[in-house]
């Protein structure tokens, strides 16, 4: 059983809106519940990096160039992390990848394609 879910990727056109979810299928409440969560993101020839993330106590964090864009959230009752992702450009065409980290290791999810035509 892959620890990682993701679901929600697909295409859409610039100024549009998707919204992934990712659930930690392995992970007992309370695990999830100190766990940190991220997104990252990787582009064709580039490498991955940090989109948002929510800490166990829900402190979030965003990339620069996220921020006004995308939101983070998570709910402890269905072991899930979202990112709603709004006013999409071009630029955000990527394969995003759900992470996990807590005080026993860390995963990651497959990746999920999302793709952003012009």
């Known amino acids: 059983q892959v620890p990682l879910v993701e679901s929600g990727g697909g295409s859409v056109q610039a100024g549009g809106s998707l919204r992934l979810s990712c659930r930690a299928s392995?992970?007992?409440?309370?695990?999830?519940?100190?766990?940190?969560l991220e997104w990252y993101r990787q582009a064709p020839g580039k490498q991955r990096e940090l989109v948002a993330g929510?800490?166990?106590?829900?402190?979030?964090t965003y990339a620069d160039f996220v921020k006004g864009r995308f939101a983070i959230s998570r709910d402890h009752r269905k072991r899930t992390v979202d990112l709603q992702m709004r006013s999409l450009i071009p630029e955000d065409t990527a394969v995003y990848y759900c992470?996990?980290?807590?005080?026993?290791?860390?995963?990651w999810g497959q990746g999920i394609q999302d793709t952003v035509s012009s």
């Open positions: 992470h996990s980290r807590n005080e026993w290791g860390q995963d």
């Open positions: 392995r992970m007992i409440l309370s695990t999830f519940s100190v766990t940190d």
């Open positions: 929510i800490t166990s106590e829900r402190v979030t």
